[in-house]
Nanobody, 116 residues
């Protein structure tokens, strides 16, 4: 059974930083497209950043310049470094690992709270 486990969330002050991690227990981790999503209270889940199997990255506009997504295939781990955090970044952050339309795994989420 595949496990997707996020960590690194917490309470941080406005302007602070956090590093989220996500381990994915799949056999061909390097082939997966990986992504971070977030869902704030009362809002839909949104894509924050993604990284392809080849290392290409993309970011939603609201986090560009403040966040870095990266992966360590040897450790089967995805990261999201977030700096200059704002109260509007408060959300549950979810890790997603996708190989195909039918092979798509989600973690349980980690709470990030930014206090003003």
């Amino acid at each position: 059974q595949v496990q997707v486990v996020e960590s690194g969330g917490g309470l941080v002050q406005d302007g602070g930083s956090l590093r989220l991690s996500c381990t994915v227990s799949v056999s061909i981790f390097s082939s997966y497209t990986l992504a971070w999503y977030r869902q704030a209270p009362g809002k839909q889940r949104e894509l924050v950043a993604s990284i392809s199997s080849g290392g290409a990255t993309m970011y939603t506009d609201s986090v560009k310049g403040r966040s870095t997504i990266s992966r360590d295939n040897a450790k089967k781990t995805l990261y999201l470094e977030m700096n200059s955090l704002k109260p509007e970044d408060t959300a549950v952050y979810y890790c997603n690992a996708r190989l195909s339309r039918n092979i798509d795994f989600w973690g349980q989420g980690t709470q990030v709270t930014v206090s003003s």
